[in-house]
């Protein structure tokens, strides 16, 4: 069973693509090595979930430098069918609860890390392209999880998510892909920002002990003040 609320246990099959492009990895570092290397995106599900989920990549960041490695050893893009892709850890922009219920094990002279399918599902939700989709319909089908409830009890745990992207960046709009996301696995609409983003932020406001009051309202009425009347608030 796949609980949420606990670290991932599940059994790796090492003979799918993904994991074996991943042990030719292992095997090709240096020895005096003990690298953390962190899967994320598709190849987790596909070794630990489902083999016949695709993915032409495993996406990977490390706290070593293994670009020169993947490029030696001919497993990086235009090198192999399926190939190693070498990311930075804020690429993967989860739930921050991830790494306390992802699977960490040992394998030969490396700690891999493998996130909660939870966590991963939640990182695709910036995209939602076709293979996100069927991503999210593989998992479920397969673990009977995330359910509904079990899904917005999670994104109000990492309702930052939600926040607007830089100016600098090509980001994504998650209330938009949200809404993609629930006409096609729950069959009905959503409201982001009323079942998600608004439950969430009161949770956080009771938490701080801080009062219940629309500090961006209260603003919008000093604004109207005269003059004299805002020195006297300010008082």
Not at 43 to 71: H, R, T, W, Y
Not at 155 to 171: H, I, N, S
Request: contains cysteine; neutral net charge; charged residues 30%.
């Amino acid at each position: 069973m796949l609980k949420l609320n606990a670290s991932w246990q599940p059994v790796l099959d090492w003979n799918t693509p993904a994991g074996r492009v991943l042990e030719q990895l292992i095997q090709a570092l240096p020895s005096n090595w003990k690298p953390v290397i962190t899967l994320f995106e598709s190849a987790p599900l596909q070794m630990g979930v489902d083999g016949d989920l695709s993915s032409a990549d495993v996406d990977v960041f490390c706290n070593e430098d293994l670009k020169a490695i993947v490029e030696k050893n001919h497993l990086g893009r235009d090198q192999s069918p399926v190939y190693i892709q070498v990311c930075d850890e804020l690429n993967f922009r989860t739930s921050p609860k991830w790494l306390a219920r992802a699977y960490i094990f040992s394998r030969d002279r490396c700690t891999l890390r493998f996130p909660h399918p939870i966590d991963i599902l939640i990182a695709k939700m910036h995209r939602v392209d076709p293979k996100d989709l069927r991503a999210f319909e593989v998992v479920i089908e397969k673990t009977g999880h995330p359910t509904e409830a079990e899904l917005i009890s999670e994104l109000q745990d990492a309702v930052d998510l939600f926040r607007p992207g830089f100016d600098e960046e090509k980001g994504s709009d998650m209330i938009t892909t949200t809404r993609i996301l629930w006409r096609h696995i729950f069959k009905r609409d959503i409201n982001p920002r009323k079942e998600i983003v608004a439950p969430a932020l009161e949770h956080r406001r009771k938490g701080y002990g801080e009062p219940s009051v629309d500090l961006k309202n209260e603003l919008r009425e000093v604004a109207k003040m005269p003059a004299k009347a805002k020195r006297r608030v300010s008082r």
